[in-house]
């Protein structure tokens, strides 16, 4: 079956990042856990909860698109996602711990940044706009959780781990 | 050997970086080739010679850190590149695959802004002001290729696709 035009992409990537965000989900108890930083862990359980609701925003454009929400493995992430599990195996002291972990989110984070941006000019191109506003939503979701990574690292955890 | 620093870390992501540029060069004749677009073909071409100054950077990153310039598997980019060659093995109409090659490669430019901005931030942190630089550099880059393949999105391929 070919992809013959731009929805047909939209819908690919879509299921793309459904994949995307429940290994997500899956990997963020993990990173809480291992995150020694009260305030690292805290945003990573926060940002648990908005994970599941962008979950609910990708599940509403499938229903707008009228197409069923199905995932599709997505590779990439699970790339990222094994080399997290990398660092999070090795043996670090807690403080370069917390600073490997915020550099394993934001990858993570600008996984998700890329593509939603992308999706988003795609639902807009094709003049899905309920589409595209749910995707900007989360857009602007993941925006706002790169910059207080980064704030937080270097405001705290990278002078604690140097 | 326990990771007990922010200098250890670093060359760490130094090692991944240099892995992930390495194998971007083996990808990008790959996507150039797949490009129908002549501007997007070209800019894949013209990317390839920035990522070879980039590797040169980076080697010169770990002169100054008094390390080899040895890369260690980034299996992130690993999975990135594995997504993108599923794109180019799907049967798509030619302007729909100039679509995917720009989303494929815009998920691989943010891989990379997330690493070389922290890496960046932690050479500054411990005071290689000099490393600091050349990722600085090579980051700075990474965000106008980025914005650029935006701009052909959406100035011409997505509405060809669509």
């Given at each position: 079956?070919?992809?013959?035009?731009?929805?047909?992409?939209?819908?690919?990537?879509?299921?793309?990042?459904?994949?995307?965000?429940?290994?997500?989900?899956?990997?963020?108890?993990?990173?809480?856990?291992?995150?020694?930083?009260?305030?690292?862990?805290?945003?990573?359980?926060?940002?648990?909860?908005?994970t599941e609701g962008q979950i609910v925003r990708l599940e509403r454009a499938f229903e707008q698109l009228g197409k069923a929400a199905r995932a599709k493995a997505c590779v990439a992430m699970e790339g990222l996602i094994a080399e997290a599990k990398?660092?999070?195996?090795?043996?670090?002291e807690p403080s370069v711990m917390d600073a490997a972990l915020i550099a394993s989110a934001q990858k993570v984070e600008h996984y998700e940044i890329a593509s939603y941006g992308t999706a988003r000019a795609w639902a807009e191109q094709i003049g899905q706009d309920a589409v595209a506003r749910l995707l900007q939503e989360t857009l602007d979701e993941e925006t706002q959780t790169d910059e207080k990574l980064s704030r937080l690292a270097e405001s705290l955890v990278n002078r604690r781990a140097a």
């Open positions: 079956m070919a992809v013959r035009d731009l929805e047909q992409l939209l819908i690919e990537q879509l299921r793309d990042l459904l994949s995307a965000e429940k290994q997500i989900t899956k990997a963020l108890p993990r990173m809480a856990k291992a995150a020694s930083d009260e305030r690292l862990r805290q945003g990573f359980e926060e940002h648990l909860a908005q990398e660092h999070l195996e090795e043996d670090m």
